[in-house]
């Protein structure tokens, strides 16, 4: 299935479009959390829960039919944020801890560059165009919606935690690169250029650089919902 090709424009109107409607949403989710009681609270984590697997199922049979991103080795839901959008569901429907930790923290720091800096083989007006967006839309309206909606709070090393399981993913997923030649994790080099991984070293040796300043955010994104009983 060919689909013309649409260069993408970063900062175009069409990307600060789906910048402002994925922050006005992410706006709407946390003022309804903060508003209704648990059984409100607990049917909009139903609500998104069943949005995001639809909206991971169909983006994997779309690319079954579509050349968009080549053949079938790359296209596998082996990306960070394809395992990002499992947790993200495991997280609103059973709001399970560990789910919760690492979508919250992964999510704020590795898919939102996604939104800034997007790997996109194409742009708008294309599908992928909305597939991409959509897709990254949702994981960051559900990573800061997720203290709100599941009541889950920081405490201890929960930053530290999540940052072994992303370095986990890390060096699982090298062997598979090198099996298949992709690049899922960006483990053989940037997606783009103009992202920070620029200005760490060479793949994938640049996540070994960036291990004290991930860390260092992480700490940072635990204060506004470290839990306080937890001192």
């Known amino acids: 299935m060919n689909e013309p090709y649409y260069p993408f424009i970063r900062w175009s109107s069409e990307h600060i479009?789906?910048?402002?409607i994925t922050i006005a949403l992410a706006a709407l989710v946390l003022y309804l959390g903060t508003k209704?009681?648990?059984?409100?609270?607990?049917?909009i984590c139903r609500i998104l829960a069943g949005i995001i697997a639809l909206q991971f199922l169909s983006e994997y049979v779309w690319r079954a039919f579509s050349d968009t991103y080549g053949s079938w080795?790359?296209?596998l839901p082996l990306h960070f944020c394809s395992f990002m959008s499992i947790f993200a569901f495991i997280a609103l429907w059973w709001r399970w801890r560990p789910a919760c930790t690492l979508v919250y923290f992964g999510v704020l720091v590795g898919s939102i560059q996604?939104?800034?800096?997007?790997?996109m083989a194409n742009g708008y007006p294309s599908?992928?165009?909305?597939?991409f967006f959509i897709a990254h839309g949702l994981l960051l309206i559900v990573a800061l919606a997720i203290p709100v909606l599941t009541g889950w709070r920081a405490r201890g090393y929960d930053d530290v935690k999540a940052l072994l399981l992303m370095d986990a993913y890390v060096l699982l997923i090298i062997p598979i690169n090198l099996w298949l030649d992709t690049n899922y994790g960006y483990t053989q080099g940037v997606p783009i250029r103009g992202t920070l991984l620029d200005y760490l070293g060479s793949a994938p040796w640049y996540y070994l650089w960036a291990q004290l300043p991930v860390l260092a955010v992480f700490r940072l994104l635990m204060l506004p919902v470290h839990d306080k009983n937890d001192d």
């Open 73 to 75: 080795e790359y296209n």
């Open 127 to 131: 599908l992928a165009f909305y597939v």
């Open 17 to 20: 479009t789906a910048l402002v």
């Open 36 to 43: 209704l009681k648990e059984r409100g609270r607990i049917i």
């Open 114 to 119: 996604g939104l800034i800096t997007p790997a």
